[in-house]
């Protein structure tokens, strides 16, 4: 909801480039680090997702670009993965002196190793979760099977993956030799989530199992199923933040809430690029979202802006109704009020043929339950166009526009 553009050094003197995603409406109860998978990049979709629920909940999230991919500085095949820890504990470091240091790392994937290692090494650490992540580095000597003996006998290899082309050099599969996992797991002794799909086709579940296994509790598993190995569908992202969010709290020392200075704005929409027309929202207190219907070119995630005004006015109707009614000591059981809109002609339009003769429409209908009296009813039927909203739609109203 607040997204800033963060540019930090490696300890190669590279810049490394981040994205800082803050809550809206507070200051963060604790700083969040992504780990991404390896040849991925701080824009996955996935990542995005996570993100956006772990803000919603009030954590600050920081996501960025490993040395060499996306928009940090480097060769790829110059890195190697204990370079990529070491990019976690810079990118710590950069938090720590600039915000407050990272209580809660996550890593997706390859990611979620780097995760591991680098938490055993950072005190501030108080949470770890991992995401479809192997249970060794070397796991990704899997996905360069085919160029492996290459790999050995030339130095390198140009390797495909996931439709791009990556130099891999001999020193990146020396280096993960070297890592043993399961010993810096059974060290860590912090909480630890696991999360990761039956379906993996990537990363098989036995993996989790072996993580889960070395680790000592507090440890948790979640499967993720049916979900592929990088999250593609939304809602199973969207899951994944969720979950960790509520996790994460029972272990994190979250302190009394510190809002940020008061507004005179009551609606907060915010729409990234790739979005399309899925809208985060933050409506008084309350996190929701907009969209447009699929056959309009949306997802259909939420509300479109039009059925958001109807609910208004459905709502403000509602409530209009039972406050007047309990006034009058008059008992409505219940009351629906359904409302539609679109652009029809004026009842009392002169040239009904005419494009131009239609209008805003909002169409209500209201279902009283209740023991009323013919008289009651109509009465109640006239209060229906005094609530407030249904005011505001027939007043003149003005928008006053700024930049900020």
């Known amino acids: 909801m607040n997204l800033q553009k963060i540019i930090f050094k490696n300890n ?14 507070q200051y963060p109860h604790d700083f969040a680090l992504f780990a991404h998978c390896f040849t991925c990049n701080k824009n996955l979709s996935a990542i995005k997702n996570i993100s956006k629920a772990l803000t919603s909940n009030g954590f600050g999230v920081f996501r960025f670009d490993f040395t060499g991919l996306g928009e940090s500085e480097g060769d ?9 820890v070491e990019d976690l504990i810079a990118a710590a470091s950069y938090l720590g002196e600039n915000y407050e240091a990272p209580t809660l790392i996550i890593g997706h994937s390859l990611g979620g190793v780097a995760a591991l290692y680098m938490a055993a090494q950072l005190s501030s650490i108080k949470a770890v979760a991992t995401i479809g992540a ?10 360069l099977k085919n160029s492996i003996d290459e790999i050995h006998n030339s130095g390198k290899a140009v390797v495909n993956l996931g439709g791009r082309d990556f130099t891999i050099k001999k020193q990146f599969l020396d280096d993960l030799e070297h890592k043993t996992l ?9 909480p630890l989530l696991i999360l990761h799909s039956p379906q993996d086709d990537t990363v098989d579940i036995k993996n989790a199992q ?5 680790a000592h509790h507090p440890k948790s598993f979640i499967s993720l199923d049916g979900a592929d190995h990088l999250l593609m569908n939304k809602k199973d992202s969207m899951y994944v933040g969720e979950v960790i969010s509520g996790w994460a709290r029972r272990y994190l020392d979250l302190g009394q809430k510190e809002e940020l200075p008061k507004t005179n704005y009551q609606v907060l929409a915010s729409l990234d690029f790739e979005d399309g027309f899925t809208t985060q929202m933050k409506v008084g207190n309350h996190y929701m979202l907009a969209d447009e219907p699929t056959t309009f070119g949306g997802n259909d995630f939420g509300p479109s802006p039009y059925e958001f005004v ?5 709502a403000c109707t509602a409530m209009t109704l039972q406050m007047y009614a309990k006034r009058k000591e008059w008992r409505i059981e219940n009351v629906e009020v ?3 809109y679109s652009k029809t002609h004026a009842i009392d339009c002169k040239d009904c043929e005419s494009p131009t003769g239609k209008i805003d429409t909002f169409h209500r209908k209201i279902k009283l339950v209740g023991d009323f009296n013919d008289k009651q009813r109509q009465r109640l039927l006239q ?11 027939h007043n003149e109203i003005q928008v006053i526009t700024s930049l900020v």
């Open 182 to 190: 399961a010993q810096t797991v059974k060290n860590l002794r912090k």
């Open 383 to 393: 209060i229906a166009d005094k609530c407030p909203v249904h005011k505001t739609l």
């Open 210 to 214: 072996e993580i889960y296994l070395a």
């Open 134 to 143: 192997p249970s060794s580095p070397q796991h990704v000597q899997h996905l």
């Open 310 to 314: 109807s609910a208004g006015l459905s």
């Open 12 to 25: 190669e003197g590279q810049s490394l480039v981040g994205r800082l995603e803050l809550p809206a409406d």
């Open 338 to 340: 359904h409302t539609s």
């Open 76 to 84: 790829f095949a110059d890195t190697n993965f204990s370079g990529n």
